[in-house]
């Protein structure tokens, strides 16, 4: 009898940049804004949530903030 694969998870590359981000309240894309202090900075234009994402020991770490009601 022959033993199956298990299907495995994809591993991510750590050390990339995520290409889109939805936000966790309004559940929308993020956009872009700048890097600030080698922090890429993603920020939801509907509830004002922002993201500050960067690279630390090869791994991508996200920090959440919150940003003014619009």
């Not at 022959?2 to 309240?25: G, V, W």
């Not at 894309?29 to 509907?46: A, H, I, N, T």
Request: aromatic fraction near 12%; proline fraction near 7%; charged fraction near 35%.
């Amino acid at each position: 009898m022959q033993e199956k694969k298990k299907n495995e998870l994809p591993i991510i590359e750590s050390t990339e940049m995520p290409e889109s981000l939805d936000c966790t309240t309004c559940l929308l894309p993020m956009q872009y804004q700048k890097k600030v202090e080698e922090k890429f900075v993603w920020q939801c234009f509907r509830c004002g949530k922002k993201y500050f994402v960067f690279t630390e020991d090869g791994k991508t770490i996200i920090e959440e903030t919150w940003g003014p009601p619009r």
